[in-house]
């Protein structure tokens, strides 16, 4: 008789406060406390219960229906069964919508506890999560056998509390039942699905591997023949399988194998392993973000290097007699790239014009004069075809590489949500398991209770009314501070703009009046200025902003990081456009008046400079910035803080220096080389600075939010920009006359032309090649109608499929809630059946567990 | 190469590699780690699959998991017995779950486990507070830690049941861009 009373208690719970979901808990408790006596008492039903035959139907679980058949789901009761309440809140309801029915049988309350949604991991491996939690409770069992009471630990109606009543034996065989649902499902994969899945099992390697060997052994003939058992309409289509399936197992060890060792040899790449771990163990994950962007870049500019220099650098350099150096090393050249370095590899202008053959190393001056074809060599070579084609692919391929990490970086840190969750999120998210060392762990916590506070007192105030006038200064302070970055961004660009016309007339002057008393390091060195000039605007202008920045007021750390982030951006694209302008517009344009004989080789000399600059300031702002100033603040004003580590900053000028390496390689076909060894002298620089001067910044990071940032600008202006510059260059701007593999053309596009005209006179039927080319890349107007119309029919379609999706999505939610109402629907009539049944409140269990039984 | 086969077959080693995200070379390695620990339990030769158990204060003393406040709900989590003492298998499960390769839904699984202090399949307020107490070091007063609990629950418990089930973490966890980066050790 315990029981009723118990569900007296229920009763006057639920009518004392039904709306509090704290109180829920306490309501729970009294059901569990109920079943669990219900359990004790009447062992033998469900005992009874166990024998039942399964229902192996995963997918027909979640129909309504199932309802009034309890007794044909036993396994349900092995499934860890919480009550647990949808989110739509239908379950729920018997206490919320319909207070006059808030008396449910024991029978109700069982059929409810067992109800799909109210168990654990409902979404992707539902199966394989209550697998886990049987086994591991199993196991735990078969250790110590705990008395039945230590398993309800949880306070809902657990089923649970059964479990200690039954047989080990059942256990056992209920545990099959899933091992062989497992295997099934593992069988009907691909070969990669399959290990792909098994590896995001949530299960032990021991367990995995037994799976593994089950399924690859005897999974095959198992379930063939539990397919016959079960699906006996299925079965002649699987008679001919375990010959196949052999086959295909051998074949796929191989593949794997194959894979393994390919997987194992990228493994063996992985750059800084070691270096990065302890990085990311001092500083945590942003500071980390920088270095693995610095990884990054130091792939692309391998790539690059590997495309360039394997049909670029290294036919020239095979076919090529050896170097002729007029002028002896003076050191300045490593600066400049001028001196012995012009006439060599490095630069566009040493490259031929002409073919290059296997035996016969004579250059013919015309590359597309047919009796080249007779010479006796097969293997022929033509180096402007190689030179326009290497390019162009390599630029197509470093644009595919990089969208697509784009958009997987974007799927992966942009969900966008309306609801927040951002306390929730900082208390299970914010930890970077990372972090290894004591003090930045210390760090770290005192990081994440300062933020917790703050983000409480966020909560507390609800957006608190900033008062008008201070509103109104913010503001002002804001506006002030744009207008003076603003400013002195334009200032610096208009001083750029006419420094850099100054050095071109100065250039003109001397060219026009060449000075032969004049030393040539004195004019080797005046072409340092503009680089030197640059690099100073590049470094010393953040340093403004940043001064800026302090003063003015924004809402969050974030938008700081945005803003300066943007400042930065804005300074480097004005910079970088008007020295396009220089070398383009001034340099090619008109190369006569600096009496070049190669412009090409000259911009590219100019970038390498850049680029050299660019690497000696950092070194030099390393070594001010970082190493000196943490000796004077530490030693002179004795402050225990070092200096940060600014993430965006240093972002931003490798950004820079990798827009530098892509406009130039066209000119510079080893400026790809000359990165990667300035990324490499980079990293361990930084990191041993890092290690020496700075301390963990205390800003939080949103590292994922800014490696998409900074993916995303190296691709739009900075790829693109340099993309544009090449293509503008090839397609429109005249090459040297008397120097590079272009030389007599009217542009680089044309050697194409060349090539194709040469195919089609000795092959007529490749003529539609010579239309494609027309069509498609000598009439850009045609080729860009056409890439934009593909693009915009892509985008289309994307449009379209995301829409249907959303529709999709919405009826599905409304069929959510219409289940939910049948569910609450079914539910009462269920317990209306229930009280029909039940004569008397005495034998109110007892008529219970008979209907279960019935059942 | 001569010591590698001693070590595992390679049909071991095929399966480690079909449930891990990890590479032959990196198996390899993680075993080293594994023995380094504890050079005279550990035998040089697996290929019998010896019976061999590290207890939770070797694991716990590795570099990475030192300093950890959660050290010790990691082991649990991961070893086979739940109480943190582990053998090969499971410290391979373990640092697969925390690498870069681990989907999300996978560490969402596990991280869920780690802050279930107490084993019942949903976070609860007490395991809130245990969470609170471990991250912060004790830095927050009672009543705050109280406070953001209660906040904490209520953002993201879907169903108002007080408690946060898999699915309530998983949907937070699906929404925090983070995760996947901070619940993530490097080996």
């Known amino acids: ?855 | 190469m001569g010591n590698k086969q001693t070590i595992f077959t390679p049909q071991q080693l095929d399966a480690y590699q079909d449930c891990t995200f990890f590479t032959r070379k990196e198996i390899l390695r993680l075993y080293q780690r594994y023995r380094d620990l504890a050079p005279q339990l550990v035998p040089l030769d697996y290929t019998s699959k010896p019976d061999v158990k590290l207890p939770y204060q070797l694991i716990g003393s590795m570099p990475e998991l030192k300093d950890n406040p959660f050290r010790q709900r990691i082991a649990e989590v991961f070893s086979e017995d739940g109480e943190g003492n582990m053998t090969l298998d499971d410290f391979l499960d373990m640092f697969s779950v925390l690498s870069e390769m681990a989907p999300r839904d996978l560490k969402a699984y596990y991280a869920f486990k780690i802050y279930d202090f107490n084993n019942d399949d949903f976070i609860c307020k007490s395991d809130l507070e245990n969470t609170l107490t471990k991250l912060t070091r004790s830095e927050l007063t009672e009543d705050e830690v109280r406070m953001v609990s209660e906040k904490v629950l209520d953002e993201a418990d879907l169903d108002n049941d007080g408690r946060l089930s898999l699915e309530d973490f998983q949907h937070m966890i699906v929404r925090a861009p983070d995760f996947l980066s901070t619940f993530h050790i490097r080996i």
Not at chain 1, 85 to 90: A, K, L
Not at chain 1, 248 to 263: F, H, P
Not at chain 1, 301 to 312: A, E, K
Not at chain 1, 651 to 664: D, P, R
């Open chain 1, 1 to 855: 008789m315990a029981q009723s009373v118990n569900f007296d208690q229920f009763a006057d719970h639920l009518e004392e406060d039904m709306e509090s979901p704290v109180d829920e808990a306490a309501v729970h408790d009294s059901f569990s406390h109920l079943i669990e006596e219900q359990a004790l008492g009447f062992p033998g039903d469900f005992d009874a219960l166990q024998m039942d035959p399964l229902d192996l139907d995963d997918e027909a679980r979640d129909d309504v229906g199932y309802l009034g058949y309890p007794g044909q789901r036993p396994e349900e009761r092995y499934q860890q069964g919480h009550p647990h309440v949808d989110q739509r809140g239908h379950p729920h309801v018997e206490q919320r919508g319909h207070p006059h029915v808030d008396q449910w049988s024991s029978a109700t309350l069982r059929i409810l506890s067992s109800m799909p949604s109210r168990t654990i991991g409902r979404s992707r491996g539902a199966i394989i999560s209550q697998y886990y939690n049987r086994t591991m409770q199993l196991r735990r069992r078969k250790q110590s056998r705990p008395s039945i009471r230590d398993f309800s630990r949880s306070s809902r109606p657990s089923i649970r509390g059964y479990g200690g009543v039954d047989s080990d034996l059942g256990d056992f065989t209920e545990e099959e039942t899933k091992r062989e649902r497992l295997v099934n499902n593992l069988q009907n994969l691909s070969a990669s699905d399959r290990v792909r899945m098994l590896r995001a099992m949530p299960l032990s390697v021991s367990e995995k591997t037994e799976f593994r060997c089950s399924r690859s052994i005897l999974a095959v003939e198992d379930v063939i023949r539990w397919q016959e058992t079960f699906r006996p309409e299925r079965s002649y289509s699987r008679s001919n399988l375990p010959c196949c399936s052999q086959c295909k197992d051998s074949l796929i060890i191989v593949a794997r194998q194959t894979w393994y060792s390919c997987l194992s040899l990228l493994s063996s790449l992985q750059l800084w392993h070691t270096a990065l771990k302890t990085v990311s163990g001092r500083f945590g994950t942003g500071v980390l973000s920088y270095f693995v962007f610095l990884r990054t870049l130091l792939f692309f500019n391998i790539f690059l290097f590997s495309v360039t220099g394997l049909f670029l650098v290294l036919p020239q350099a095979v076919f090529s007699s050896g170097l002729n150096s007029t002028t002896g090393p003076s050191g300045l050249e490593l600066l400049t790239g001028g001196g012995c370095f012009t006439e060599s590899v490095m630069f566009y202008g040493y490259y031929t014009n002409a073919t290059l053959k296997e035996h016969c190393v004579q250059k013919e001056p015309n590359s597309s004069t047919v009796h080249q074809m007779g010479c006796h060599g097969r293997l022929y070579y033509n180096m402007p075809l190689a030179y326009f084609f290497t390019i162009g692919a390599a630029f197509l391929f470093t644009c595919i590489i990089l969208v697509y990490t784009m958009k997987k970086l974007f799927g992966q840190s942009f969900r966008i949500d309306k609801s927040q969750s951002i306390l929730a999120m900082k208390v299970f998210c914010s930890w970077d398991f990372k972090v290894m060392k004591k003090t930045s762990v210390k760090l770290q916590s005192e990081n994440i209770s300062t933020q917790l506070k703050e983000l409480l007192a966020e909560v507390g105030r609800k957006k608190e009314k900033v008062p008008i006038p201070q509103k109104l200064a913010w503001i002002s302070m804001n506006v002030l501070g744009w207008s003076l970055c603003l400013g002195s961004t334009l200032a610096c660009v208009v001083a750029v703009h006419y420094f850099s016309e100054y050095m071109h007339k100065d250039l003109q002057l001397r060219a026009r009046n060449s000075n032969p008393s004049e030393s040539p390091l004195v004019k080797e060195a005046s072409l340092l200025a503009l680089p030197v000039v640059v690099s100073s605007i590049n470094l010393l202008l953040p340093g403004f902003f940043n001064t800026v920045a302090s003063v003015e007021k924004y809402d969050s750390p974030s938008m700081r990081t945005y803003v300066a982030i943007s400042r930065n951006l804005m300074l480097k694209v004005s910079v970088l456009g008007i020295l396009c302008f220089h070398w383009l517009g001034r340099i090619a344009a008109d190369p006569q008046s600096l009496k070049l004989k190669c412009w090409e080789t000259f911009v590219g000399q100019e970038l390498y400079r850049f680029l050299v600059m660019d690497f000696i300031f950092t070194i030099l702002d390393t070594f001010f910035g970082e190493f000196l100033w943490r000796l004077f603040s530490q030693k002179l004003l004795r402050r225990k803080r070092k200096p940060v580590f600014d993430i965006a900053r240093n972002v931003l000028e490798l950004i820079y220096g990798q827009t530098l390496a892509w406009m130039g390689v066209l000119f510079t076909p080893l400026l790809p080389a000359v990165q990667i060894l300035k990324l490499l002298c980079l990293f361990y620089m930084k990191k041993t600075s890092l290690m020496m001067n700075c301390q963990v910044p205390r800003k939080p990071w949103h590292a994922s939010h800014m490696t998409t940032v900074f993916i995303t600008l190296l691709c739009f202006p900075s790829f693109l920009g340099a993309a544009v510059c090449v293509t503008l260059t090839m397609w429109s701007i005249k090459p040297s006359q008397s120097c590079g593999p272009f030389r007599g053309l009217q542009t680089m596009i044309q050697s194409g032309k060349h090539w194709v005209k040469q195919l089609e006179s000795t092959n007529s039927n490749l003529a539609w090649l010579s239309w494609v080319h027309t069509y498609l890349v000598e009439n850009p107007v045609v080729f860009i109608f056409f890439m934009v119309m593909i693009f915009v029919i892509v985008i289309y379609f994307h449009t379209q499929v995301v829409d249907g999706q959303r529709k999709i999505i919405t009826l599905l939610q409304d069929q959510i809630e219409n289940e939910g109402e049948d569910k609450k629907f079914l539910i009462t009539r269920l317990q209306a059946i229930h009280e029909q049944n039940r004569p008397s409140s005495s034998q109110r269990i007892r008529g219970t567990s008979e209907d279960s039984s019935d059942y």
